[in-house]
């Protein structure tokens, strides 16, 4: 009879959970094509026209890891090149993390832990915010999520196929983001201090395993130097202040613009990640500090080291760059849901973040960079006998270069003197060039466009 009884349970809580993974599916789906593509997005569409071997190359001149390019070129060889497409590879990311958070997480949060876990994902806006565009950070979750799993069911079960998965996601990590890098670092540290203190005759064997995934990873590692070496003298990162560090804070909760109302949703997720701090370390009511204590670590851990490194070095912390991490806030979040055995508070509370979360995201969904395909069909339309557009910024040539559907030449203007660094190489129909006179002929009509990363609204739509 129990056993019957355990069964029904585990069907009711499948059942839920595929309800879940259906409306994430829908929801990560709604207004995937609203915006245009920006420069980064055109610059993953450019990238994955060429060959790997090329695409391996021209990545060593950027300031990311190649693999989620490798991923993206053979997901668009097999589905075609379009926005669409580039698109759903970061949707199927944030999917990928949802089925992997519901199989491992039953390890560390138990049955109805995994499904709180699951529905808090749902509710990030900055999830959703780049499930929508074609970049690394959904996949760079994915690993990051993944390695923390694997260490907390490998610290709880000592078992080495935990340790020998979590070094995998380690090195997909690794070759995924740098801030994901950062992350899984301090994820393995804390592993090792821990087996150490504990004394427990697995910690060699990780320092065996840690040592073979840094040896996987040193293919790349010459070029992460070189790359390190451009970031010091050229990187478009604002300087560190104090509204930086409040905006990467906030910025988990408040796609692409700040919409309200992000601040109640804020204040819930922090509030929360306190209460639970309080109930371990000070109030010692609960004993989940092995978990708190690991997601705690990676997610500060990274942010500290990136402050480091803009306060000695060049400034690397961005608020976008933590879509690799911000996974780990909710582990707290999910700890106290574990440990409230009030279900009309858990419900209350998971209901507003949900409403709040599921609201923003949906408000900023219809967010556009641009105007680019318009821009481009404008000229096009009212300018026919321009042929020639000049670009002063990153911002605009590569999106103008990848809508270009007419006759018209895209220059990128770069003063031969200037140092600054461009990633722009990608574009095979981009021409950069440091002196107008050189590309044009004496009264031959030109467009020079001059526009920041703006939304597209409806006044310049038309």
């Known amino acids: 009879m129990i056993n019957a009884i355990e069964k029904l349970k585990q069907v009711n809580q499948n059942i839920w959970f595929i309800l879940i993974f259906i409306f994430a599916s829908v929801f990560y789906l709604y207004n995937i094509n609203f915006s245009d593509i920006w420069i980064d997005e055109a610059f993953s569409k450019a990238l994955v026209r060429h060959s790997y071997g090329e695409i391996t190359q021209l990545i060593k001149n950027d300031f990311h890891p190649p693999l989620y390019f490798f991923g993206l070129k053979l997901f668009v060889t097999i589905f075609g090149l379009n926005d669409f497409t580039l698109r759903l590879f970061s949707v199927l990311g944030i999917l990928a993390t949802i089925l992997l958070v519901y199989g491992i997480g039953q390890k560390v949060f138990g049955k109805p832990g995994v499904l709180y876990f699951c529905l808090l994902m749902v509710s990030l806006p900055m999830l959703a915010e780049y499930a929508h565009e074609a970049r690394m950070y959904t996949w760079g979750s994915f690993a990051v999520t993944g390695t923390f799993l694997f260490a907390s069911s490998f610290l709880s079960s000592n078992k080495q196929s935990d340790l ?111 209460l639970v701090i309080y109930r371990n370390y000070i109030a010692r009511k609960e004993k989940q500090g092995l978990v708190l204590r690991l997601s705690l670590c990676m997610f500060w851990c990274t942010i500290l080291t990136a402050t480091i490194i803009s306060l000695l070095m060049q400034p690397v912390l961005y608020m976008r760059y933590l879509s690799n991490i911000i996974i780990l806030l909710l582990i707290p979040v999910t700890l106290f849901f574990t440990s409230t055995k009030n279900n009309y508070i858990n419900r209350i509370v998971l209901a507003a973040i949900l409403v709040f979360g599921i609201k923003i995201s949906i408000e900023g969904s219809f967010f556009s960079f641009g105007p680019y395909q318009q821009s481009m069909n404008h000229i096009h339309e009212k300018c026919p006998e321009v042929k020639k557009v000049f670009h002063v910024v990153e911002g605009s040539a590569g999106p103008f270069a990848e809508y270009d559907n007419y006759d018209i030449q895209n220059y990128f203007f770069k003063p031969e003197y200037t140092s600054v660094y461009t990633n722009l190489d990608v574009f095979d129909n981009l021409i950069q060039t440091g002196s107008l006179g050189k590309a044009l002929q004496e009264g031959e009509p030109f467009c020079l466009v001059n526009f920041p990363i703006m939304p597209l609204n409806e006044n310049n739509k038309k």
């Open 164 to 274: 020998i998965w979590c070094m995998l996601f380690s090195l997909l990590a690794a070759y995924i983001h740098y801030y994901a890098l950062l992350a899984v670092f301090w994820a393995n540290v804390f592993v090792s201090i821990f087996l150490f203190i504990k004394r427990n005759n697995q910690f060699k064997i990780h320092l065996i395993y840690s040592l073979i995934t840094f040896i996987l990873y040193i293919p790349w590692f010459t070029v992460v130097l070189r790359q390190t070496k451009k970031v010091v003298e050229s990187y478009w990162v604002p300087a560190l202040n104090w509204q930086t560090l409040l905006s990467c804070l906030l910025s988990p909760f408040a796609p692409k613009i700040y919409l309200p109302p992000f601040l109640p949703l804020a204040f819930m997720i922090y509030g929360l990640i306190l």
